[in-house]
T-cell receptor, first 114, second 112 residues
Framework: NAGVTQTPKFQVLKTGQSMTLQCAQD?????MYWYRQDPGMGLRLIYY???????DKGEVPNGYNVSRLNKREFSLRLESAAPSQTSVYFC?????????????FGSGTQLSVL | ELKVEQNPLFLSMQEGKNYTIYCNYS?????LYWYRQDPGKSLESLFV?????AVKQEGRLMASLDTKARLSTLHITAAVHDLSATYFC????????????FGQGTRLTINP
């Protein structure tokens, strides 16, 4: 079972470069999420997509864009990377709201911006 | 704005001891999650608590939810080294999507 697959696992960027983090899930989940994890701060929601065709901002959306390409895929783009975006990024997916189910997380992408 | 606070943030304990991690949250919610994260790894779901008074147990871990007090606890019984990890609680911010707000995490170290 693949679950939630993120690529790449590691990335080093220079300030001002752009990149896209890819996420795909094979569990037929409607909702998908992008979180960032920084030491001592837990996970903070960047963007989410409640269903195919919709996206919404989370707590820390500045500097990011997202695309819900189809039901399976949800990508996160950094247009002009900044050192403050150095973090570990997690993609997650969940069943439709109201069913009390858990989020399933990908393995994470460790991003360093120099 | 929903705030979720855990305490303690760091906990070092001996094998065989009992301890409790606390998770407080600031606004009404009836859905709370506990996750475990090992160093360099992703998050693993431990418990989903869906109503006031909910209690769930698996092995040496037991989680409970008091929605009136806006408090959840994760109790560790007779700790073993394998339980060393960082534990996060997360609370649903609203019902439109499972938009979770996470606590800061509790880094638990269990010493032989």
């Amino acid at each position: 079972n693949a679950g939630v697959t993120q690529t790449p696992k590691f990335q080093v960027l220079k300030t001002g470069q752009s990149m896209t983090l890819q996420c795909a899930q094979d569990m037929n989940h409607n909702s998908m999420y992008w979180y960032r994890q920084d030491p001592g701060m837990g996970l903070r929601l960047i963007y989410y997509s409640a269903s195919e065709g919709t996206t919404d901002k989370g707590e820390v959306p500045n500097g990011y864009n997202v695309s819900r390409l189809n039901k399976r895929e949800f990508s996160l783009r950094l247009e002009s990377a900044a050192p403050s975006q150095t973090s570990v990024y997690f993609c997650a997916s969940s069943v439709p709201p109201g069913r009390g189910e858990k989020l399933f997380f990908g393995s994470g992408t460790q991003l360093s911006v120099l | 704005e929903l705030k979720v606070e855990q305490n303690p943030l760091f906990l070092s304990m001996q094998e065989g001891k009992n301890y409790t991690i606390y998770c407080n949250y600031s606004t009404t919610s009836d859905r709370l999650y506990w996750y475990r994260q090992d160093p360099g790894k992703s998050l693993e779901s431990l418990f989903v608590l869906l109503s006031n008074g909910a209690v769930k147990q698996e092995g040496r871990l037991m989680a409970s939810l008091d929605t009136k007090a806006r408090l959840s606890t994760l109790h560790i019984t007779a700790a073993v080294h394998d339980l060393s990890a960082t534990y996060f609680c997360a609370v649903v911010a609203f019902q439109g999507a499972q938009k979770l707000v996470f606590g800061q995490g509790t880094r638990l170290t269990i010493n032989p």
